[in-house]
């Protein structure tokens, strides 16, 4: 079974931090674009952060660029977002996606119908 399992999210207070993970199972991440999004309540989905297949190209949504980062580790089969500096604007469910792209140094934050598969979400709650 194809899948995208995602763990790590939780209630954080304002400027601290926490780490998204998302497991892959099924098929091998390394050869997937990947990708995170969220969204809050009342929102629209909101693309957050992405990386190519090689490694070469990421891209992070203005609102949280130097905040957070995007990375994978290819022996674990995971991808993992790491949140620094955390502010309430950041509360939302967060996704992760994968996308397998012909080309390997590409991806993409502005189109979430480009991805293939999509974990099931993981609440974070960042409040005092």
């Known amino acids: 079974q194809l899948q995208l399992v995602e763990s790590g999210g939780g209630l954080v207070q304002p400027g601290g931090s926490l780490r998204l993970s998302c497991a892959a199972s099924?098929?091998?991440?390394?050869?997937?674009?990947i990708g995170w999004f969220r969204q809050a309540p009342g929102k629209e989905r909101e693309g957050v952060s992405c990386?190519?297949?090689?490694?070469?190209?990421?891209d992070y949504a203005d609102s949280v660029k130097g905040r957070f980062t995007i990375s994978r580790d290819n022996a674990k089969n995971t991808m993992y977002l790491q949140m620094t500096s955390l502010t309430p604007e950041d509360t939302a469910v967060y996704y992760c996606?994968?996308?397998?792209?012909?080309?390997?140094?590409?991806?993409?934050?502005?189109?979430?119908?480009?991805?293939?598969?999509w974990g099931q979400g993981t609440q974070v709650t960042v409040s005092s």
């Open positions: 990386l190519s297949s090689s490694g070469v190209r990421t």
């Open positions: 996606a994968a996308a397998n792209l012909l080309d390997w140094n590409a991806c993409t934050v502005e189109d979430g119908r480009t991805y293939d598969y």
């Open positions: 099924g098929f091998t991440l390394r050869y997937y674009a």
